[in-house]
């Protein structure tokens, strides 16, 4: 997705630690129009496998999963951290690790909205080491549910998850690579794949 691909170009910010910042579209401040084209360029990738619903997990990955949900017209759940009071039981759980607030949290979703019969996407901001994702196909497992396909906004190349998940035997799709960053080379960012 060009459009990503040049934002990520001049606004992209490359922290210690491998981490790329990119608050100003994705992590922060969300720009309406750009945000829209990845949910139409994802919506057009997975319309093909008929999913019945966008599955996701707090807190960057709600707009491009929103986006993409309103495009085919289902429902977007997303993956809470933190146990609401108003969550019914029984919750599908699984724990995950935060790659940028650090630490360990817990997953919660509930069983009123995940089953059985339902058709999964997983839509998410960052493909980094795909332990996110990993997480997230426990809950699908708990629920029965079948997962059909993931995307990834920008996926982290270096960091192998996209090798990491390939048991999972499902479609992956990115709308932009880092192939790799460092402060001699800068951000090299091309297309999604
Ligand atoms: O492939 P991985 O190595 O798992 O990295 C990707 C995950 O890391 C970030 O989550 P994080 O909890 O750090 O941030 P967020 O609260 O902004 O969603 C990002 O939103 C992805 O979910
Ligand atoms: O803002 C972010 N920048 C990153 O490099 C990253 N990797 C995983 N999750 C991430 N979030």
Not at 91 to 117: M, P
Request: proline share 5%; charged share 20%; hydrophobic share 45%.
């Amino acid at each position: 997705m060009q459009t990503l691909v040049d934002e990520i170009r001049a606004q992209g910010i490359i922290l210690p630690g491998g981490f790329l910042k990119v608050d100003g579209l994705v992590n922060h401040q969300l720009l309406p129009a750009l945000t829209r084209e990845m949910g139409q360029h994802f919506a057009r990738h997975f319309a093909p496998l008929s999913p019945s619903k966008i599955l996701t997990i707090e807190v960057s990955g709600i707009a491009p999963a929103l986006a993409t949900a309103m495009e085919l017209g289902i429902p977007m759940v997303y993956a809470r951290k933190k146990k609401p009071l108003t969550m019914k039981e029984p919750a599908y759980t699984a724990q995950s690790v935060s790659r940028t607030k650090g630490g360990t949290v817990d997953l919660f979703v509930s069983s009123e909205f995940l089953g059985a019969g339902d058709r999964v996407v997983i839509i998410d901001d960052f493909l980094a080491s795909g332990g996110t994702v990993r997480s997230l196909t426990g809950i699908i497992g708990q629920s029965g549910a079948t997962l059909l396909g993931l995307g990834c906004v920008i996926e982290k190349e270096f960091e192998g998850g996209r090798d990491k998940l390939a048991d999972l035997k499902i479609p992956i799709h990115t709308l932009a690579n880092i192939v790799r960053m460092s402060e001699a080379e800068g951000i090299v960012v091309e297309a999604g794949r």
